[in-house]
């Protein structure tokens, strides 16, 4: 039986922070550092629009994202489980300090403390939640 390489605490921090330093953060720069410190330079996203590769395009997402919510921040739904080289958070977003507009669920892998992969898996349930030309629309 392999034993996983990964610490199950590194998960839970690339799992936390992934969602507030890339996915909440309105800084450009900030976003760029906290990408390039957490994702593996060939990370891959996987959003219901399609599959986005490299650094550099998951912070083009990441920003795109931000521009047209600004003000949604990311909540945590309970702690981050952690099995192997992979971990899982759910998650809400919407305005500040109101419920949020829609939920979802990250899932990641690891590989040397960075995020290979992570698979967004949006709630059916959102129903606030509406994709246009790729993109979530507010």
């Given at each position: 039986m392999k034993k996983s390489s990964e610490s199950a605490?590194?998960?839970r921090e690339l799992l936390d922070r992934n969602l507030q330093e890339v996915f909440g953060e309105n800084n450009d720069e900030r976003r760029r550092a906290a990408?390039?410190?957490?994702?593996?330079?060939?990370?891959v996203l996987y959003v219901p629009p399609g599959v986005i590769v490299g650094r550099e395009a998951i912070d083009k997402f990441?920003?795109?994202?931000?521009?047209?919510?600004p003000h949604f921040a990311y909540t945590p739904r309970g702690a981050p489980q952690v099995l192997h080289d992979a971990g899982?958070?759910?998650w809400g977003s919407g305005p500040r300090g109101e419920a949020p507009a829609y939920t979802g669920c990250d899932v990641i892998t690891v590989r040397d403390g960075r995020i290979t992969a992570l698979y967004v898996f949006l709630d059916e349930n959102s129903e606030e939640l509406r994709?246009?030309?790729?993109?979530?629309?507010s």
């Amino acid at each position: 039986m392999k034993k996983s390489s990964e610490s199950a605490d590194r998960i839970r921090e690339l799992l936390d922070r992934n969602l507030q330093e890339v996915f909440g953060e309105n800084n450009d720069e900030r976003r760029r550092a906290a990408i390039g410190e957490l994702w593996a330079e060939d990370g891959v996203l996987y959003v219901p629009p399609g599959v986005i590769v490299g650094r550099e395009a998951i912070d083009k997402f990441a920003g795109d994202l931000r521009k047209k919510q600004p003000h949604f921040a990311y909540t945590p739904r309970g702690a981050p489980q952690v099995l192997h080289d992979a971990g899982r958070l759910a998650w809400g977003s919407g305005p500040r300090g109101e419920a949020p507009a829609y939920t979802g669920c990250d899932v990641i892998t690891v590989r040397d403390g960075r995020i290979t992969a992570l698979y967004v898996f949006l709630d059916e349930n959102s129903e606030e939640l509406r994709w246009s030309g790729g993109q979530i629309a507010s």
